[in-house]
């Protein structure tokens, strides 16, 4: 048998022999290392690591694709990794391995209780010799970690009632992670990621979840920053919990019907920590900082593109409200800056909607809320307030942004601003910018002779350089 470790650039670049060295066993080999290969260009996975029972990890490689996978020929592939498998070691050691692997050739597995299963996991290899991590080109990686967290594997399946037939399980799994010791969460999690994949073949278990996922998506996001904090301490496991929390972002986020489903509490939080991380000076100090680092970037994009637009946007405009000037010492250096970026993604992909008139998110919007944040931000940086041109980048992110909601609704904006005091002298900013926006647009459109078009958004700058003037 053959595991297969590949570079960045989806190539293979080691494949290492497990066999002894006759005709059969060669043949076998060559089959396996043919076979090895076709996973890798079909599936795009850009790199793995072994671990010591590089046998049993091949057979969970190939277990994971033949019962995940959604190519036909990807899974052909697997599945007859495994036969080859059981050819040469038997039922037994193979079963060992991983049970799922004689399900999918079809025979009756004798041995003892369902293993986990593959879970989806942070987008990124790790150093530690204990995991083993294959990344798809999907953005739903998968792992073949085996563990001994035996005890805290039996109070998450006693807690959940043996995999959640009712609301018990996802309840239990919450709590698990939100409170629980280190080990009962990581085990809820991969409870939860194994749930996560059978719901993708059984709608009726996709149903039955969907109810959960903000409850869930909370624990997750409570329990990030005290993991983060533990990267801190000195040991060669402390990275375990944090890695699988990220493993519960991503296979949640990776899903875009449930990705949606997240609350805007959830979601806040969730981007809070996120990008509190990518900033992290403990973290990038961390003996695999910069694996854990290629995970957040992965974790945090399936989060802003993925999750509900309005609560992404939301929370961005709040947290770029609070950090723009640097007046809250909570929020790290760059902060703002790495904010404006995600602003600038998420309104990019705004507009990509506009232009496409994808009704089902653009009517799915919560015009009140987005503008009411909008107005806050306007209201806590008043013009002539920013004292460098970093501060004018992020009042120009909030426009741009503001634009494209006048781009999605129209003159049906002005009656979303219920969150909004519109009634005050002088009116609200925002108030102004949309009516701004909207008289140049009727401009634009009805102009038809005129060389020089004036555009929303420059009618919103020369209403600005009005009030400088007349300041």
């Not at 204990?130 to 109070?155: C, H, I, K, W, Y």
């Amino acid at each position: 048998l053959v595991v297969v470790v590949v570079g960045g650039g989806g190539g293979v670049r080691d494949e290492r022999s497990l066999s002894p060295a006759n005709s059969s066993t060669t043949r076998r080999r060559a089959a396996c290392m043919s076979l090895c290969a076709r996973l890798v260009a079909e599936n795009g996975f850009r790199k793995c690591t072994t671990t010591a029972d590089a046998t049993d990890t091949t057979i969970r490689m190939a277990a994971n694709v033949a019962t995940a996978s959604s190519s036909e020929s990807s899974r052909a592939a697997a599945t007859q990794i495994l036969r080859l498998a059981v050819e040469e070691l038997g039922e037994a050691a193979v079963a060992k391995a991983d049970r799922r692997a004689l399900r999918v050739l079809g025979i009756e597995d004798r041995g003892g209780a369902d293993s986990i299963g593959s879970e989806a996991v942070a987008a990124a290899a790790t150093k530690n010799p204990n995991d083993f991590q294959l990344v798809g080109s999907d953005g739903a990686p998968m792992t073949s970690e085996r563990d001994d967290g035996d005890d805290a594997l039996a109070a998450a399946n006693t807690a959940s009632g043996g995999g959640g037939n009712d609301g018990e399980g996802p309840r239990a799994w919450a709590a698990g992670i939100r409170d629980g010791a280190p080990a009962l969460a990581v085990e809820c999690i991969k409870l939860l990621c194994g749930e996560l994949q059978r719901s993708d073949a059984e709608p009726s278990a996709r149903a039955h979840l969907c109810r959960h996922i903000d409850e869930l998506a909370s624990a997750i996001a409570t329990r990030l920053p005290e993991a983060q904090e533990a990267l801190s301490h000195a040991g060669s496991n402390t990275a375990r919990l944090y890695k699988y929390l990220l493993n519960g972002v991503q296979a949640l986020f990776v899903r875009a019907s449930l990705a949606v489903l997240c609350g805007r509490a959830a979601v806040d939080e969730l981007l809070r920590s996120l990008l509190f991380g990518l900033l992290s000076e403990t973290l990038a100090a961390h003996n695999e900082g910069a694996y854990l680092l290629q995970a957040l970037n992965e974790v945090s994009l399936s989060v802003l593109e993925r999750g509900d637009r309005s609560y992404v946007c939301a929370a961005l405009l709040r947290m770029l409200r609070e950090s723009a000037r640097g007046g809250r010492s909570e929020y790290p250096h760059k902060f703002a800056e790495t904010v404006q970026k995600c602003l600038i993604l998420v309104t990019k992909r705004l507009g990509d909607d506009a232009t496409a008139n994808n009704t089902a998110i653009i009517d799915r919007l919560a015009y009140d809320v987005l503008l009411q944040e909008i107005h806050l931000f306007f209201d806590a940086h008043p013009p002539g307030c920013w004292q460098d041109s970093g501060g004018a980048v992020a009042e120009r992110c909030v426009k741009t942004l503001l634009y494209m909601l006048v781009s999605c609704c129209g003159a049906d904006l002005l009656n979303h601003l219920t969150l909004v005091p519109t009634r005050t002298d002088p009116p609200p900013r925002v108030l102004v910018y949309i009516r701004l926006m909207l008289h140049a647009s009727e401009q634009q459109q009805s102009s038809t002779s005129t060389p020089a078009i004036v555009t929303p958004m420059s009618a919103v700058r020369r209403s600005d350089d009005d009030d400088d003037e007349r300041r």
